[in-house]
């Protein structure tokens, strides 16, 4: 059982930056692979970054390699997304992912993950 919270949407104009949290709690919140999705108006949900339990082996989709960067904190057991280079197409929402299997990359489908939180709003003007 995994509970997660994302925060740290809002609007910002293009080129600018954000920084994501999800905070995961519950008895085994600390043993899960994380991950970042998004899901834009009228499309489906994407895979955008994903992290494993100890932050050794991090993926991204192509899309972002060299704006985002995702990391983790056991401690708070909490994972980022630093999201640089902002673009339109970056509009979404972003939901935070877990999995006690799964580690999301670039070809996982959002039904493989077991644990979602309830997004948080990413809006980029240009």
């Known amino acids: 059982q995994v509970q997660l919270v994302e925060s740290g949407g809002g609007l910002v104009q293009a080129g600018g930056s954000l920084r994501l949290s999800c905070a995961a709690s519950?008895?085994?919140?600390?043993?899960?692979?994380m991950g970042w999705f998004r899901q834009a108006p009228g499309k489906e949900r994407e895979f955008v970054a994903g992290i494993s339990r100890s932050g050794g082996i991090i993926r991204y989709a192509d899309s972002v390699k060299g704006r985002f960067t995702i990391s983790r904190d056991n401690v708070k057991n909490t994972v980022y997304l630093q999201m640089n280079m902002l673009e339109p197409e970056d509009t979404a929402v972003y939901y935070c992912a877990a999995d006690n299997k799964i580690l999301p990359g670039a070809n996982t489908t959002p039904d493989r993950m077991g644990y979602w939180g309830q997004g948080t709003q990413v809006t980029v003007s240009s």
């Open positions: 519950g008895r085994t919140s600390s043993s899960v692979a």
